[in-house]
DNA sequence: ATTATCTATAGATCTATAGATAATGC
DNA sequence: ATTATCTATAGATCTATAGATAATGC
């Protein structure tokens, strides 16, 4: 399946978003008691291996790397992620995704009925997150995993990026709020220029994250040419 | 320097352009008789690393993977390239942005004083050519060099793609073509956006390129609210 | 007993160098 | 003599495993 800049390719189905969703969601704040929490050890971890893996990519990063940024000793990280390097690498990126998915809801729910302001949200959202370069992630990252790990990453990409906004373009396209312009190929554009919010804001600080969200929601909304 | 969504972080001087510029250009067709001219061998090297390099990255594709394409021994490549895999990629690396320079600098004249032309054309221009993911390459695989090869690169991004761009979309302010948003913001913007459809155009093709550059460049310009 | 680290190391792989080989052109 | 490859290998580095160690909790 294709779905705008970004192919996924798998057979997906929006209905199931929610199932597949839960499954996910149970590491985040354990809702019931006995949930397999994260120890602070790991969560360390984790942090550094995020900031490394998403700054550099998967490739380009080793577990050595990763290691002496926590002042520890590479093989040690096989005791808090036993599966090794694609094992931490995709909790790492589930773990992004679903702080994605979070921020996303959340600004897409706090100013419902009025795209305008819900893409708004969603562009601040990006502005103050690290980049996470998801055409790379796309692109170079993921093919290097096992075939299993591609499915569950592309997938999670899909529910909790995708999925979402995708949602939302074809729900204003159905009450005319926007004109009809394919949903996928608007999506793939939305989040490549959010990608790029978030790799300028970390860039550099000229434009204020605000006006930078404003200004790009107005150009797609608005277009380019002068009001008349 | 901060240029849109890409960060280039040199003392660039737009007038300088022209003269960085022909340094970089002599060995794509020589105008003169005595040029160094790239052998055919070296050019079968040249494509399959552009190839695997494009697709993947500089840190995940190995001397090793370029060689087994080539159907050849590993260190065969430094006959080519006695600098090694950096070399070569900063080789392959300024060749695509030749490409994609003389394709932009075609395309803006060939439609001069058309905006949407213009945009138009480039946009069919990246939907025809393989991805580059400028993204990664300048979030990732640039990092990964050497602090001479860094800024060799930069600038040659800077001039072949962020500059001609960039020069556009101001021009099109002062006669008051389009309104005035910070031109570095929709240069990056554009690109974001241009790679991706290079990305969709390889990865699927539900929509024909001319379509795709068609709707891409409305939007950007006309926005997605409904034409009352 | 569990948690979180360490040392040591096997085995694989990667870049790069040295020097041989074979074909072609002068 | 030049071009384009090869074999062999040094040296570095990377992932992953095995087993020891030390601190803390029961």
């Known amino acids: 399946m294709q779905c705008g800049l970004l192919s996924v390719s798998m ?3 929006f209905q199931q978003d929610s199932a597949v969703n839960n499954v996910a969601m149970d590491n985040v704040a354990g809702s019931e008691g006995p949930e397999q929490t994260v ?3 790991t969560q360390r971890v984790l942090d550094v291996a995020e900031r490394l893996f998403m700054q550099r990519g998967y490739a380009a990063i080793t577990l050595r790397d990763i290691a002496q940024a926590l002042d520890m000793k590479q093989a040690s990280l ?5 599966g090794g390097k694609e094992q931490l690498f995709v909790t790492v990126v589930q773990r992004v995704l679903e702080r994605y998915k979070a921020g996303i809801h959340q600004a897409l729910a706090t100013h419902r009925l009025d795209l305008r302001q819900q893409l708004m949200a969603i562009a601040l959202w990006f502005a103050q997150q690290p980049p ?3 055409l790379g992630l796309m692109h170079a990252d993921i093919p290097a995993l096992s075939q299993a790990s591609q499915a569950e990453l592309l997938d999670s990409v899909f529910v909790a990026l995708f999925a979402p906004i995708r949602n939302t373009f074809a729900a204003a396209q159905q009450i005319g709020t926007i004109r009809t312009v394919d949903p996928d190929m608007i999506t793939g554009a939305f989040l490549a220029i959010m990608d790029g919010i978030s790799y300028r804001q970390a860039h550099s600080d000229e434009i204020s994250p605000e006006v930078m969200a404003q200004e790009m929601i107005s150009v797609l909304l608005d ?3 002068p009001a008349t």
């Open 78 to 82: 096989y005791y808090h992620f036993p």
């Open 11 to 13: 057979a997906f189905n």
């Open 39 to 41: 120890s602070d050890a």
């Open 132 to 134: 996470m370069n998801l």
């Open 223 to 225: 277009g380019l040419h």
